[in-house]
């Protein structure tokens, strides 16, 4: 197990710009989830995907925010013409069997100036 | 909408000292509560879960009951060491919610030796 894995650790991007941040789940959880984490609060859900079906979207996600999971596996987020509001923590998490835990990621940091 | 209400922080202790840290919680059915833990420059862990009204969650002298009729998942420990300092996360996962959890706020803890 070698826990949930999110590159890069930190990004600064000028606004505008596009930014797109990877996840690699724990193998075998066939359940991926994206938060996003501002300073002082607690994270909150953006969406998530079963396998490479996304389920859920948060109304948090607006239409320049897409992720994908195309083979199952990794995940991607991507953020078109960045925003300040945009940076954040953005954490990933995957999840196994039915009643299992979120096991999260070490985050990507997106600063935005 | 479901939610989950920490007090808030930063809670500051002497080592040795008991902890609690309040939570409480507003969701329809049955859901899942969880406390999460976010030590300094790391991500995410999970601390403890209850699944059902009246279960005790425990881990590393961490406890929390599942109260229903209080709608509460109080964080206690008897004797607090300063390794335990770090930020607490309440997180409820609804029923027939695609496994999303749903955090607090957050309770920063800071133990003085």
């Known amino acids: 197990d070698t826990g949930v894995s999110q590159d890069p650790r930190h990004k600064i991007t000028k606004r505008g710009q596009n930014v797109t941040f990877r996840c690699d789940p724990i193998s075998e959880h066939n359940r991926l989830y994206w938060y996003r984490q501002t300073l002082g609060q607690g994270p909150e859900f953006l969406t998530y995907?079963?396998?490479?079906?996304?389920?859920?979207k948060s109304r948090l996600l607006s239409d320049r925010f897409s992720a994908e999971r195309p083979k199952g596996s990794f995940s991607t987020l991507e953020i078109q013409r960045t925003e300040q509001g945009d940076s954040a923590m953005y954490l990933c998490?995957?999840?196994?069997?039915?009643?299992?835990?979120?096991?999260f990621g070490n985050g990507t940091r997106l600063t935005v100036t | 909408g479901d939610s989950v209400t920490q007090m808030e922080g930063p809670v500051t202790l002497s080592e040795e000292a008991f902890l609690t840290i309040n939570c409480t919680y507003t969701?329809?059915?049955?859901?899942?509560l969880f406390w999460y833990v976010q030590y300094p420059g790391e991500g995410l862990q999970l601390l403890l879960k209850?699944?059902?009204?009246?279960d005790k969650g425990s881990n590393k002298g961490f406890e929390a009951t599942y109260r229903k009729e209080t709608t509460s998942f109080h964080l206690e420990k008897g004797s607090v060491q300063v390794s335990d300092s770090a930020v607490y996360f309440c997180a409820l996962r609804a029923d027939n919610q695609g496994g999303k959890l749903i955090f607090g706020q957050g309770t920063e803890l800071s133990v003085k030796p």
């Open positions: 969701a329809t059915g049955y859901p899942s």
């Open positions: 998490a995957s999840k196994g069997q039915i009643n299992s835990p979120l096991h």
């Open positions: 209850a699944t059902k009204a009246d």
């Open positions: 995907f079963q396998n490479e079906a996304q389920l859920e």
